[in-house]
């Protein structure tokens, strides 16, 4: 009886143990499974953040005529260029992108083309009056597409020949410095006179996602965005 009891009491003990070892290990399987939807979720919260297309208007006459370059050797002039999305973004600080190395200066050490950094998105090309008169043009900057409120929480940053704006959704609570979006879908309008012939601009568009905004927050998880440029010769 005593080596029966004896026999009870090890199976009673091995069963507790396999109760216990089978809970640990739904229980690491919990936790694995969170981790990797946290995860999943955290790179893909702007995991394709930020693509931007340019391009200039229909040309009704070759004398008054604009081209892009992405390059400052303006070689290979285009109607159209772009920039990619980039992947594994998160919001920063307006004062990250003040930060880093003077990003003014960097923009004007560049060729031009895309040179992202850490968490924001930066394309640098050229606009060249390549037709026979002075003429003003209009550029446009817009907000193609968003998803979850993505454009709420978005600062950009307008360099033109070294001078910059950075904009904003229209809020309240914006700081005075930044200016706000023309409306809900457009970034900036606006207009640039006497464009000589030959004579070139330099654009540098810088976009990131602002951390210390109070819209940005975990519902933006998942969001996408992306930007269209146009230039237009008006007269």
């Not at 029966?4 to 003990?13: P, Y």
């Not at 006459?61 to 370059?69: K, P, T, V, W």
């Not at 606009?127 to 003429?135: A, H, L, M, S």
């Not at 209009?138 to 950075?166: A, H, P, W």
């Amino acid at each position: 009886m005593a080596f029966r009891n004896r026999r009870v009491v090890n199976a009673s003990g091995a069963a507790s143990a396999d109760k216990v070892r089978s809970k640990v290990t739904r229980i690491v399987i919990l936790l694995i499974a969170m981790l990797f939807i946290v995860g999943f979720l955290a790179a893909s919260i702007y995991d394709r953040f930020g693509s931007l297309t340019i391009s200039v208007g229909p040309i009704e006459d070759s004398r008054y005529s604009l081209a892009l370059y992405e390059r400052s050797d303006f070689v290979d002039p285009a109607a159209v260029i772009s920039a990619k999305t980039i992947p594994n973004v998160t919001n920063i600080s307006e004062d990250s992108i003040d930060r880093v190395n003077n990003i003014e200066g960097i923009t004007y050490q560049i060729y031009g083309g895309q040179h992202n950094g850490e968490n924001y998105f930066a394309y640098t090309f050229f606009v060249e009056n390549n037709g026979d008169e002075t003429f003003s043009y209009r550029y446009t900057l817009k907000i193609l597409d968003s998803t979850n409120g993505l454009e709420k929480g978005i600062r950009v940053r307008l360099y033109i020949n070294g001078n910059y704006t950075t904009y904003g959704m229209y809020d309240e609570r914006l700081p005075a410095h930044i200016s706000d979006f023309r409306d809900a879908q457009t970034v900036v309008q606006d207009k640039r006179d006497n464009f000589t012939k030959g004579e070139h601009d330099r654009y540098t568009v810088i976009i990131w996602i602002e951390g210390d905004d109070p819209d940005t927050t975990d519902s933006m998880i998942g969001g996408t965005i992306k930007f269209d440029m146009k230039f237009e010769v008006v007269s």
